[in-house]
Every structure is written in C-alpha cells, then in structure tokens.
C-alpha cells in the first residue's frame, strides 16, 4: 500500500512540472517559436562553423560568412519563387474558360446520379421533418419569420493594406530576432553550454555534457539529412512535372523540397498544388492523375531507397511519436510548431534518456526496444503470440547462433515461467501453452538454423556458407534428462538437439517419466555420459538429487549437472550440499563444449564394445 502511495506520489510530482512547461511554452510561445527557430539554424549552420574554425578562421568571420551564406541562400530561393509566383499570376487567367469547362462536363455527366442522390436525401428529410399544417385564417401564426436587415460594411482598403503590412511586419521583426539570436549563439556557443551546465547539472557534469552533446548531434544529422533528402526529392518532381507539362515546374520543385520539412503532410501538400494546375491547364484528366502518381513514386522511392542510409539513426524516435508530436507541436505553436516537430522531439527524447524523472519520454519516444529479448519472447508466450515467437526467434538466429537463442533468450524466458508457475500466477492453460509453443519454437529453429543462416550469408553476398549441421551418430552415447517438469525437459531437449547438430548421438527423456525409468534409460549399453538439465529457480536442489540417485546406481558414468540460465557456473560449485556430478554448468553452451570435449574418449570405450557385439 505504502509502494502505491509513493508512485502515485511520484508520478503527480513528475506530471506537475510537465503540465507547467507545456503551459508556459504556450502562452509565451511568441518568445520561444524564435528560440526555437534561432536553435534550430544554430544547429544546422553550428557544424559549417566548426569546419570552417578547423581550417584557420577566426570564429567571428566564420560565424558571419557561414549566416552571410545562408542568407543568399534564402534570398536566391525567395527571389526565384517570388518570379515564378509572379509568372504563374499572369498565366492564371488563361485558364478559368478551362476550369469552367471541366465543372460543366463533371456535372452533366454524373448530374443524373448526383440529382438521384439529392433527390433521395432530400425525401428522406422531409419524411423526418413533415411540415406544420396551415392555420386558420385570421390565427396568429407563431411561425411568422422576423424580418432581419444585413448592412454591409463599407469596403477599406486602407484597412486591408493595414492587415497586411501589419503580417508582413511582425514576420520582419521574428526574422530579425532569429537572426540576432543565431549569431549571438554561434559567437557565444562554448559560453552558452557552460552557462547551461551551470544552470542545469553542475553536479552531474558528465551526464549533462553528454545529453547536450547527443541532442545536438541527433538534430544536426536530422536537419542535414532532411536537406539532402528534400533536395534529392524536390529535383526529380520538378523534373517530372517539366516533362508532364506542367506550367513553372521550377517553383513546384523548390516548393516540394520546402514542404517536405512537414512530417507526413508535406508532400501531399506539395502535390497537390501542381495536381490543381494541371486540372486547370489540360481539358482531359490524365495530368492530375500523373502528377499525384508521380510524387508517389519518388516518395516511395525517397523512403526505401535514400532515407535509410542517410537518416540511419539521426533521429532515434519512432514512426508513431513523429506523428504524435506533429500534432502535439502544432496544437502548441501553430504552423511553425509542425516544421519544428521532430527536432523539438529529438531534444525532449533525449532530455528523457539523461534525467531519471522525465524517463518516461525515452521510453514513449525513443525507436530503441524497450524490452530485452528475453522478455518480449516471454510476453509472446503470455499473450499466445506463436507468430511473434517465430519471429522473435528468428530475428535474433539472423545476428547470432542457436546456441545464444536458447541460452540468451528461450532459457530466461523459461525461467520465468517457472517463477510465475511456482507464485501461482499462472493457470493451468497458460502454463500448458507456454511449454507447449517453446517446445515447438526449439524445434523449428533446430530445423531451420542453418537455412537462416544461409539466407543472411546470400544476402551479404557470401557465396560460399559453410553448415554447422553434421548427421548424428546413430547410436545414443548422451542422455539428456529433465530435473524434474515441462521446463527441465525442454531444457534437455535443447541440449540434444544441440548434440545433434554436432554429430552426437543425444536422446532426452520426457519430464513425465519416472525416476526409475530415467535410471533404466541411462543404464542402456551404449549410454556414457547422462546431463541433467534443470530450469532455476528451483533446478538445484532437483538436479541434486538425480545426479545422487545417477551416481550411486553408476559410479563410472560421466555425469554433467545443466543448472541453466546461471550467470556463474563457479557460485554453483561452491553451493551446499554439493552435486554429485563430473562437471557443472550453468549455460548449454558450456553444457555442449563440456561434452564435446569428453567425446573421444567416450567413442574409445563405445567402439569395441560395437566390435564385439
């Protein structure tokens, strides 16, 4: 009770300066949207800086060429798309006889459906609402309408050119605090930093560095990437556009790499304006059609083709929390608040990574998994997810071996069903489908290791992929036994398979046979070495007992004790009362290499004894 009090606690200490963040980024937003615009240039124009200090130059005339430059760059494109805005407003009126040609033949060619359509609607609405019957002559009627008089307001340009100049005004004076802003932060960046280390994490001055250093790095690969993304889609559309006939395919060009900076609804945005000029230039439908298709293709090729290897992880948050600050940010600040979405997420992810209050954000925010392997394959079996388990399972086969997908993944997994089992969390179903779908998990990637591992090789275009599989010796020489239940004998059974894929004749015995029948089995005429596997966190004591029981019945044999998902094999040795087993380990892999390397000798012993008989 006590532990819920604290986390209600602590979350409303948490929510209640995030609440008020939120709130003073929007009622002051006309003081941070130009510190945030002033940060955002500061980070892409930061690294042209530092390359041009590198070579020599003093900071003050790097910092003014690198913004001089920026500058041109602006007023090159704002002249460019200024002329073609120009040129496209004298051409405009050619194409109204056209425009009203195309509404003419839409509505004489669907009018009939369409009049159909409203007629229908129409009947249905009076049926709902019938009207009032007549009143009697002299009545007062009650619905009399009252007549309203609508005075227009007298027409002032004066007032208009006011509006406009006053928009064009404050745009000049956010321009100019941007401005100022960036290159006092480009001269003074050294001094800001440290003055925010100060401010912020004087105590923790390492994490700090480190937070400040990652979200300017993130943002400054996300803005160039985004550049030379928007640049390599904005060329090919202009070029289509050109050769589709569309009218001032420059400005539609320049137009698609700006809005681009959108997240998602840019490039729609941007085709859809050339789309509505071809509508209104070409009397037949084709030239919409193709424009639309043709920003569809070139974005499809931009997103699976030119953003991975540039964008690689410039961003580090995911698909959905872009899109969830994109609305977020402009419900905050407006248009401006959209193009800043994703870098202002960037710096709020990392924020969340170095500060452990605000650890939610990473968590809500950041791509990386959230869950280590072993517990989103234990999640899977909870949730009767058998084709996430494959998946899993197979994901991870792609980077490593079998033998790191049982031990590091199925085994931990395992065992905490076995804590879940033993505290009684899980029912009957459960525990049935969860050792059910392991066991066939196990076996399917035993069967299809070597045919992942071949496609990854091809894929890397590795000819030649050598199999780790070789056929298993006919006669059984290892015993694989379970402690005790269903987690123990699918412990034992990764274990023979693993044998197997080595050459070596492995059998396991289910959980369900008796300790009688475990004896009877190793006491076969070809049995040398008998392991037995056991699932903490109860696998020592039952691992003990059978290995007393082995080794009183056969003094001889080569007994190893499995007692798997230790981390240390050594503290198990340690343990009292000891195991009375040859060897003890705490993973299969260890289990494997134990055994292989006892091979010779067994094989000794087996083969006269096939010789005689």
């Known amino acids: 009770m006590a532990t819920n009090r604290s986390n209600a606690t602590s979350g409303s200490t948490t929510l209640i300066p995030v609440v008020l963040v939120v709130a003073v980024l929007y009622f002051a937003r006309e003081v941070f949207i130009p510190l945030a615009l002033a940060i955002l240039f500061s980070f892409l124009l930061g690294p042209l800086v530092g390359r041009l200090r590198r070579w020599g130059m003093w900071r003050v005339p790097a910092v003014l060429s690198i913004v001089l430059l920026a500058f041109v760059i602006l007023a090159v494109i704002g002249g460019l798309v200024t002329m073609q805005l120009t040129d496209l407003g004298h051409k405009l009126p050619q194409y109204q006889q056209n425009i009203r040609d195309k509404l003419h033949s839409f509505r004489d060619s669907s009018g009939g459906v369409i009049g159909r359509f409203s007629r229908i609607i129409r009947d249905f609405n009076d049926e709902l609402n019938p009207a009032p019957p007549p009143s009697a002559p002299g009545a007062p009627n009650p619905d009399k309408p009252v007549p309203v008089e609508i005075r227009r307001t007298t027409f002032s340009p004066l007032d208009t050119v006011r509006g ?15 401005i100022v ?13 440290d003055r925010f280390i100060r401010l912020i994490g004087a105590r923790q001055m390492n994490l700090t560095t480190k937070a400040l250093d990652e979200a300017a790095q993130r943002v400054s690969r996300y803005l160039v990437a985004q550049l030379l993304v928007n640049i390599a889609f904005g060329i090919p559309a202009g070029l289509c556009l050109y050769f589709i006939g569309v009218p001032n395919p420059v400005l539609w060009g320049v137009l698609a790499a700006l809005l681009r900076y959108i997240p998602y609804l840019g490039v729609w945005i941007a085709a859809t304006m050339p789309a509505a000029l071809a509508f209104a230039v070409d009397p037949s439908w084709v030239k919409p059609v193709l424009v639309l298709g043709s920003f569809l293709a070139i974005d499809l090729i931009m997103y699976n083709f030119v953003e991975p ?6 961003t580090g948050i995911t698909p959905l929390a872009i899109l969830f600050a994109a609305v977020f940010w402009t419900w905050l600040w407006g ?7 994703t870098p202002l997420t960037v710096c709020v992810a990392v924020v969340g990574r170095y500060v452990p209050s605000l650890q939610f954000l990473n968590i809500l925010l950041n791509d990386e998994p959230v869950l280590s392997p072993e517990n989103r394959f234990y999640q899977r079996l909870l949730a009767a997810d058998v084709e996430e388990l494959m998946e899993i399972a197979e994901e991870f086969l792609k980077a490593k071996s079998l033998e790191e997908l049982y031990d590091e993944v199925i085994l931990p997994a395992l065992s905490l069903a076995e804590q879940d089992r033993h505290s009684g969390k899980l029912d009957e ?7 059910d779908n392991a066991r066939h998990v ?26 780790l599989t070789v056929e298993p010796r006919p006669d059984i020489t290892v015993l694989s036994l379970p402690a005790r239940d269903e987690a123990d004998e699918i412990g034992a059974l990764m274990l023979a398979r693993l044998l197997n894929r080595r050459g070596v004749g492995a059998k396991a015995v289910s959980a369900e046979a008796l300790t009688s029948e475990c004896l009877e089995e190793a006491g076969r005429e070809k049995i040398q070495i008998v392991c037995v596997s056991a699932v903490p966190p109860f696998g020592y004591v039952r691992a003990r007992y059978l290995c007393k029981r082995l080794r009183g019945q ?4 080569k007994i190893f004790a499995a007692i798997l998902n230790t981390p240390d094999a050594q503290e198990l040795k340690k343990q009292e009362p000891p195991i ?14 134990g055994i292989l390397s006892l091979m010779p000798a067994v094989q000794e012993r087996v083969e006269p004894t096939a010789v005689s008989s």
């Open 164 to 178: 406009v100049l006053g928009s064009v005004f404050n745009v000049l004076i956010m321009a100019v605090i941007v």
């Open 181 to 193: 802003f960036v290159i006092f932060m480009l001269l003074q960046r050294e001094d800001l930093r």
């Open 309 to 314: 290897p540039l964008y690689g992880t410039s």
């Open 335 to 341: 248009p401006v608040g959209l193009l800043l979405a």
């Open 429 to 435: 179903k459960q525990q049935q489908f969860i050792f």
């Open 442 to 467: 196990v076996n399917a990637m035993a069967e299809r290791a070597d045919e992942i591992a071949a496609k990854v090789h091809a894929e890397a275009g590795d000819a030649d992929v050598p199999s």
């Open 554 to 557: 056969f003094p001889e044999m």
């Open 580 to 593: 009375p087993a040859d060897s003890i380990v705490g993973s299969l892999t260890q289990a494997v290499a």
